[in-house]
Every structure is written in structure tokens, then in C-alpha cells.
């Protein structure tokens, strides 16, 4: 049984640039998070999926950052013209109910 | 402001018993959990508990809940050095289903 994955684990970018993340979640699960920690921070929500639909995004979701989730499987957030704020850890949570959420790996982004 | 609190350092002798306290302030919430984070890793699920029970045990973890004082505690008997980690409480109010975390308590297992 494979957990949740998250791709890349890793992602430097320059300031200004765009960069996507991949979230493929538990294959029964249909519902799907994006959560985002800083450095000494626990998580903080930013948007969530149920199914294709996109339920619900935080103010912490500026409108440089988008999320889709197609076909209702995986997921993708791309933040465009990254800044050096937005380096953090980005997780993915996937569940079939809403209080057992299982985490994904991360994507660590660092914005030079 | 977060709404859920946890003391930020913890250690402990292996072999000893971990208790790890979170206050959290929505009376309303529903499940409260333990979340366990190893260094560059995800979080994983250790445990969580429904708002109308005390206690869960699952091996060597023990949850406590004080409903009436909003005080989450987790309890690890037989500490190993397995166990060092960041411990995140979290909380998802009624009717939610966003966690809401704590700033998570750095554990330490000292030999």
C-alpha cells in the first residue's frame, strides 16, 4: 500500500520564477489538502479538494499560487513569480474522511 | 494567532516516559491528534482522539483529554531514541475539516 508522494522533494529556484508541485494521495482518498510550514512552524491549511472540486483556499493563498486537481487523483500547485517568502515546506494530506488526513513526503522549496 | 499551544522542548532519558502537553482553545472541536515529524520528513499520524472520550491508549501511547480545561496530553512509555522528533498537536473544530496546528514540542532522547 503506498502512502501519499509528493513530487519533487526538493526545488531551489530563483526569485521570480515559476515552479509546480505534484501530489498524488492515497488511491481511495478523495479528499486532498495542501498545507504549508515554515522553520519552527507547524502547518498552516491552504486550500482543499474534494474530489476535482476545490472547496475551499486560505488568504494565505495569494494569487500567485494556483491548485487544480483534474481528474480528482492527483493534485498540482504552481505559484508563479516566486518570491523569497514563499520557501517552505509544502505537504499534501489526502483522506476518505475528513479527520484522518495522511501526509505526503513535502516539497521543500528554496527561493534564491 | 495560533489556537492551539505546546511547550517548544522536551527531553528525555531513554528508557523514561515522554509527556507532551497541547492547551487548545475551540471548545468546539471534534478530533484532537498527535502528529509525529522526523527531520526533512512528512508528517505522520500517530493518534487521535474523538472530543467525547478521556482517553486512548494504542502500544506504547497514551492520549489524555481534559475537555474542561482544553488540555491535550500525549504520553510515550519506554522513551527510545527512535522517538526523537517534533510532536504536533492539532485540533479540526466541528463542522471543519481544516487542522489547525500547534507550533509542535522538539523532543529530545538523551542515552
Known amino acids: 500500500d503506498t502512502g501519499v508522494s509528493q513530487d519533487p522533494r526538493h526545488k531551489i529556484t530563483k526569485r521570480g520564477q515559476n515552479v509546480t508541485f505534484r501530489c498524488d494521495p492515497i488511491?481511495?482518498?478523495?479528499?486532498l489538502y495542501w498545507y504549508r510550514q515554515t522553520l519552527g512552524q507547524g502547518p498552516e491549511f491552504l486550500t482543499y479538494?474534494?474530489?476535482?472540486?476545490?472547496?475551499?483556499k486560505s488568504r494565505l493563498l495569494s494569487d500567485r499560487f494556483s491548485a487544480e486537481r483534474p481528474k480528482g487523483s492527483f493534485s498540482t500547485l504552481e505559484i508563479q513569480r516566486t518570491e523569497q517568502g514563499d520557501s517552505a515546506m509544502y505537504l499534501c494530506?489526502?483522506?476518505?474522511?475528513?479527520?484522518?488526513?495522511?501526509f505526503g513526503p513535502g516539497t521543500r522549496l528554496t527561493v534564491t | 494567532g495560533e489556537d492551539v499551544e505546546q511547550s517548544l522542548f522536551l527531553s528525555v532519558r531513554e528508557g523514561d516516559s515522554s509527556v507532551i502537553n497541547c492547551t487548545y482553545t475551540?471548545?468546539?472541536?471534534?478530533?484532537l491528534y498527535w502528529y509525529k515529524q522526523e527531520p526533512g520528513a512528512g508528517l505522520q499520524l500517530l493518534t487521535y482522539i474523538f472530543s467525547n472520550m478521556d482517553m486512548k491508549q494504542d502500544q506504547r501511547l497514551t492520549v489524555l483529554l481534559n475537555k474542561k480545561d482544553k488540555h491535550l496530553s500525549l504520553r510515550i512509555a519506554d522513551t527510545q531514541t527512535g522517538d526523537s522528533a517534533i510532536y504536533f498537536c492539532a485540533e479540526i473544530p466541528s463542522n471543519d475539516y481544516k487542522l489547525s496546528f500547534g507550533a509542535g514540542t522538539t523532543v529530545t532522547v538523551r542515552a
Open positions: 494530506a489526502s483522506s476518505s474522511k475528513n479527520y484522518e488526513q495522511y
Open positions: 479538494f474534494q474530489n476535482e472540486a476545490q472547496l475551499e
Open positions: 475551540d471548545s468546539s472541536s471534534t478530533y
Open positions: 488511491s481511495e482518498h478523495n479528499r
